[in-house]
């Protein structure tokens, strides 16, 4: 992982917003080293999800539930560029979301992902202190 990031979380916050660590299934050194995501989190990071990822890839399909049962993703969003190309899959990602993790947590972050296009702050759900992530512990 970046040496700096913590460093880089903090000054972002210095300045009175709130750092978003975009489509965090992308990085492979978080999946290796999922404590290091739950590190940003506590240091008030939000994290998104990509709707694409979530219903296209498997591999990262799995990391994503466990963000979230972890509650180390709270922005579900779309990586569009080109509606032809990549649409954008927010209505089927929100009914997976709902199907596998109940209408509590779609609807968190369905509400989270408004408020912040609505540029209202979003506050990282509680984590409780968990030893188990996937295979991993911490």
Known sequence: APTNVR???????????????????????????????????????????????????????SFIYACLKHQLAHILASDTHSIKKRPPQLRDAFEAVERKCGQALADTLRNNTLDIAGNQNVAPAYMEPLRHFGKWFF
């Open 7 to 61: 460093n880089i979380l903090y000054h972002i916050q210095l300045q009175q917003l709130t750092p978003i660590i975009a489509h965090v299934e992308r990085y492979p050194y978080l999946r290796d080293n999922p404590e290091q995501l739950y590190k940003w989190v506590d240091a008030g990071a939000i994290c998104q999800i990509n709707a694409s990822s979530l219903l296209s890839h498997p591999a990262d399909r």
